[in-house]
């Protein structure tokens, strides 16, 4: 990816840099019922507040509790239980002063200094030095607010800000409901916090300062709020000389002062100075929109898999009398999103720059379920979804409108992002529901105050409609919004504010997914014959389709008490008490295909298989009916932000499982696949490109490594596409009928170098994988070499007498704690080498920790690999 940052010249004015800072450290907190005084008080730097404990801003209540060790972590075994939930004690019990001392001198001339929150959950009060700032209580999770405090600045530059943080009211009875009762819905707010069935309920609902707070300096006039479009037309290639794109651009103008002001609204863009003349009015707030530029020759955004995620940085200024009074900075790249309607799907089809996306997605809950939210743990996570050959991620409604650290990680590597306000279907009404407190017609109307939603809505529309990832709004969660909300978002607000994006009322709307099946509309949710990923056809633009995830047993062991490392009996029916509590569903039969389980260790070793087939077949069955049944898949869920054992890639840990390496392959941009069904050897091309001189290849080996040459023919394949090359049924059921066969699956490009390789495990006759109960070991020669800083190339190679080295898991750790090194990025994971092959695989890490290599597989003995 290459990065275009445009450099800004002033060369006749005075520029000054734009000025904020966070107030991120050197928090205090205490509870309301310690504390017998006001605002007006607490916020003079003579009060007390010495023995006060140390608090986490950004955070949350809870977050402080647990980081003074007040309260256990509510992410191992049952220690949520532990925590007194906010039902039971009252809201006062969780209601927070917080305090910062800052320093801050009280500007000359026209100089102003403003004090902005991101986001607090859910009401508060914020004084400074002895005044009280907002003349009404704000109210609100996704507003952010913005304050003049210039005269409120003491005039030596010490400071005490005090802000006392309410919770959500109703705060909602989690009596096991999705939502619990539900009347959390009655909240402009997350709504995950009462519980559902991924997660625990956050005993606290997430109350406090739980996004950034800044200090912002300016000149007279403030720019706020400043909006680029980009217009791509026609249909663009990713390599060569670009027609122009157009843009358009705006912003806010604040002007702070009582007196009238005249200045240049202005920003550069490929060299070129796009100017306005503007006059404000004092106090006057005015959107003013600048000329309208066409961008020669650019250099164009495009989705992970398809180009490069070019990024353009763009600042705006307001100048007045040559000096620069303020300025934001905008990152943003130019591309448009189109969408269509495929007739015969029946369903919603993107483009971006003109060229049709498949969309392969993840549904995305939130980075962590307590919002200790961070650029690094945003970026990890992407980057997954990025390896993951993914394209897009939908961000559930019943949590946030995302931060901007997470769409910049979306820019970088090139997921397009779907949006849902905050709706669910469980909370808001569409079903009976005998744990919700109020009936359907009630909880339709959600929540209490429209008029807050809706506002809220402008807001985060404002802060993040800048980043090329954000391609879809959505009204809601399996709803829409009530009506008088979901016509003022659709007619008024995103037309005017973001007229160039898609907006679907609901995630299982019939104008992106016509619903022609019956049932809801998405699903299902639980563990499939992979087999059913190919034969059945669901719906056209599944936003929810899902199955299992359960962690290996290192990852288990991190939040798994040891006397409950017990694995599920499915055939018993019993399952542990704690493995209940974070949510396990049921793996069914599946496992025990495999063999007698041994332990706990040797149950997650063979869940791991059946992670990657679940999730190879998923990808591979949708990609199969590519724009005839399907116009795009979102996988529920891909990621979770508590100990959950279910619907993940990667553990909270970030520790990766064999579902993200089944899925990165079934999702290969050049894929090639065999049809269960009927056996059928297909290839996939999700490129813009057609695939010419392709020379599959395929063969079958026995358990002993013994090879049966099938066949090896050219082919090629027009751009995004599937091609349907020849059936292996009959020689597949004739080779597997005793101990099963695994089957070899390659595509070389002219170079011969390896396009794409798949190998699949097939059972024996009665469904059982005899054949690799006792499949002999298989000792591998290896090595590993530092390429660079971070960057470590593992190379196994496996004995031409050998059988295959079965599904090998490569892992990074600390070689003086043999610990893994968290996060990590492999190229490649859970892999199987043919006799005779050799397999490279880039780790890619940021400790600083002596790495040390670890590999084990099904046949191959867990052996250490010291780095060159």
Not at 272 to 296: F, M, R, W
Not at 300 to 312: E, F, K
Request: overall charge neutral.
């Amino acid at each position: 990816m290459k990065k275009i940052t445009l450099i800004f010249l002033l060369a006749t004015q005075a520029a000054i840099s734009q000025n904020r800072y966070e107030l991120n450290s050197g928090w205090v907190c205490a509870g309301m019922g310690s504390v017998k005084t006001t605002g007006e008080k607490i916020s003079v730097s003579s009060y007390p507040v010495k023995s006060w404990m140390p608090a986490t801003v950004p955070g949350t209540v809870l977050t402080s509790l647990l980081d003074n060790k007040k309260v256990p972590d509510p992410f191992y075994g049952m220690n949520n239980e532990k925590i007194p939930d906010i039902y039971t004690t009252g809201r006062d019990h969780y209601t927070y002063w917080f305090v910062k001392d800052f320093t801050e001198k009280a500007p000359q001339g026209n100089e102003q200094v403003w004090l902005q929150f991101r986001g607090v959950n859910y009401s508060c009060d914020i004084f400074l030095n002895g005044k009280k700032v907002n003349a009404k209580r704000h109210y609100g999770m996704f507003l952010r607010q913005n304050y003049n405090i210039t005269r409120l600045l003491n005039s030596n530059g010490a400071n005490r800000l005090a802000v006392i943080i309410y919770p959500i009211d109703p705060v909602g009875n989690p009596n096991g409901g999705q939502g619990g009762d539900g009347t959390i819905a009655r909240n402009v707010s997350h709504q995950y916090v009462a519980g559902w069935d991924w997660i625990q309920p956050i005993r606290d609902r997430n109350t406090g300062i739980w996004d950034k707070v800044y200090i912002e300096k300016t000149g007279s006039v403030n720019v706020k709020n400043p909006h680029i479009v980009t217009h791509v037309p026609g249909i663009r290639k990713v390599e060569g000389e670009q027609q122009p794109a157009q843009i358009l651009a705006s912003a806010e103008l604040q002007n702070a002062t009582d007196k009238k002001k005249e200045g240049v609204l202005q920003y550069l863009i490929d060299g070129q100075t796009v100017k306005q003349n503007v006059s404000l009015e004092p106090g006057e707030v005015k959107e003013v929109n600048l000329p309208a530029y066409q961008l020669n020759n650019p250099r164009l955004w495009w989705p992970s898999g398809y180009g490069p995620q070019n990024l353009y940085t763009v600042k705006f200024q307001f100048v007045e009398n040559g000096t620069v009074s303020d300025e934001e900075t905008v990152t943003t790249g130019v591309r448009e999103i189109q969408t269509s309607w495929n007739a015969t799907s029946r369903s919603k089809q993107i483009a971006v720059n003109g060229q049709k996306i498949f969309i392969k997605g993840g549904n995305w809950i939130i980075s962590d379920a307590m919002l200790r939210l961070s650029d690094k743990r945003y970026d990890a996570e992407i980057r997954y979804h990025r390896d993951m050959n993914l394209n897009l991620i939908r961000v559930w409604g019943g949590a946030l409108l995302e931060r901007p650290e997470f769409f910049n990680a979306c820019d970088r590597y090139g997921l397009l992002v779907m949006q849902d306000f905050w709706m669910s279907g469980d909370c808001n009404g569409r079903w009976v529901d005998p744990k919700k407190s109020e009936d359907q017609w009630t909880r339709r109307k959600y929540p209490n105050d429209h008029a807050l939603f809706l506002n809220s809505v402008v807001d985060q529309v404002k802060m993040v409609r800048n980043h090329p990832s954000l391609a879809i709004w959505c009204g809601g969660n399996e709803i829409t919004p009530p009506d008088d909300i979901l016509r003022s978002m659709k007619d008024s607000i995103l037309p005017k504010l973001d007229s160039t994006r898609w907006f679907v009322d609901y995630s299982n709307s019939d104008d992106m997914s016509y619903n022609s099946l019956g049932g809801n509309g998405d699903g299902p949710y639980g563990i499939q014959d992979p087999k059913h990923f190919w034969e059945h056809r669901t719906y056209p633009f599944n936003s929810e389709v899902g199955s299992v995830g359960v962690g290996d047993y290192v990852s288990l062991q991190r939040f798994i008490p040891p006397a409950n490392m017990q694995f599920p009996q499915y055939y018993e029916k019993t399952v542990d008490s704690v493995w209940e509590y974070h949510k396990y569903i049921s793996y069914e039969q599946y496992v025990d295909l495999f063999g007698k389980i041994y332990d706990i260790a040797d149950w997650t070793r063979k869940a791991q298989l059946v992670n990657y087939d679940q999730y190879r077949a998923l990808a591979e069955g949708f990609s199969n009916h590519m724009w005839d049944w399907y116009t795009g898949f979102i996988i529920w869920k891909t990621q979770n932000p508590w100990t959950a054992m279910r619907g993940q890639m990667y553990d909270y840990y970030l520790d990766p499982n064999a579902c993200l390496f089944g899925l990165r392959k079934g999702s290969e941009p050049v894929h090639v696949m065999c049809n269960p069904t009927d056996g059928m050897v297909t290839i996939v091309n999700n490129t813009f490109e057609q695939q010419q001189n392709l020379m599959l290849s395929v063969k079958m080996y026995d358990m002993s490594g013994k090879d049966s040459f099938v066949t090896q023919v050219f082919t090629y394949i027009e751009p995004s596409s599937t091609k349907r090359i020849l059936s292996i049924k009959e020689l597949i059921a004739e080779r597997s009928k005793a101990h099963g066969v695994l089957v070899s699956l390659q595509l070389h490009n002219e170079k011969k170098e390896v396009v794409s390789e798949n190998v699949y495990w097939l059972p024996d006759e009665l469904g059982n994988y005899t054949g690799l109960f006792g499949l002999p070991p298989s000792p591998l020669m290896t090595k590993a070499r530092q390429l660079e800083k971070g960057k470590i190339e593992v190379t196994l190679t496996n004995y031409p007498i050998n059988p295959i080295a079965f599904f090998n898991r490569i892992t990074l750790v600390d070689a003086k704690t043999k610990e893994r090194i968290l996060p990590v990025f492999y190229d490649d994971n859970y892999f199987s080498i043919l006799p005779g092959g050799e397999k490279k695989v880039i780790i890619d890490y940021g400790s600083s920790a002596e790495p040390l290599i670890m590999v084990e597989g099904w046949n191959v003995r867990m052996q250490e690999i010291k780095v060159q």
